[in-house]
């Protein structure tokens, strides 16, 4: 691959998955916003997981909470090991840009992973969203907080994330009928994500 290829950072991932597996945080920081969202949910929810990664520690947590979780992740390495990690749990190895799934959701989560698409792809999986959504259906996802692009550096090899601004994100929500329940911006309490959480209101 290129060094710098802004439109598959999922290849990134193909090549150092092991390793993002061995040093990824399995604290679980993200567990208040995750609370939030399940407070939200009935029983028996169906959650779709966009970007599952490993499934370790998110995919996890909502499957102990006796949630339908299915993961989905453009890395055929990371569903790889996440289909070691949770042999009976339903992954696919799909680019969420490009969703084929004959299924709807009570809930969405794109934590850390709609972040790695670029500027336009970003506005487009709002349709996408609502597609896979039932009504009264959840999103929870992390974004930037300014318009730019960003690249860092993931065992050894670039690794590329934008943001639109937090008006592009509010006016996208509202054009696609989410309504904002939580925003929080910088959490210093988990790993200073900007943290969005929205209910589809068709």
């Not at 299924?103 to 790695?116: E, G, M, P, V, Y």
């Not at 939580?182 to 969005?196: F, Q």
Request: charged letters at 25%.
């Amino acid at each position: 691959m290129k060094d710098r290829d802004k439109k598959n950072v999922f290849k990134v991932y193909d090549i150092v998955g092991d390793w993002f597996f061995e040093n990824r945080s399995q604290s679980l920081m993200e567990k208040d916003h995750l609370d939030s969202l399940i407070s939200k949910l009935p029983a028996n929810a169906r959650i779709l997981d966009l970007g599952c990664g490993t499934g370790k520690p998110i995919y996890e947590y909502l499957i102990h909470k006796k949630f339908k979780v299915v993961g989905v992740d453009a890395s055929e390495k990371m569903i790889g090991i996440a289909k070691k990690n949770f042999p009976s749990g339903e992954f696919y190895v799909q680019d969420m840009r490009e969703l084929a799934l004959n299924q709807k959701f009570d809930a969405i989560i794109a934590w850390h992973s709609f972040f790695h698409l670029q500027h336009p792809d970003q506005i487009e999986m709002f349709s996408n969203f609502k597609e896979f959504l039932f009504p009264n259906g959840m999103l929870l996802l992390t974004t930037g907080t300014e318009k730019t692009e960003v690249w860092s550096e993931i065992n050894g090899k670039q690794l590329y994330h934008s943001s639109l601004s937090i008006e592009d994100y509010n006016e996208l929500l509202k054009k696609n009928n989410f309504e904002l329940i939580n925003h929080t911006v910088n959490d210093v309490h988990c790993g200073g994500a900007t943290v969005w959480l929205a209910k589809y209101l068709p």
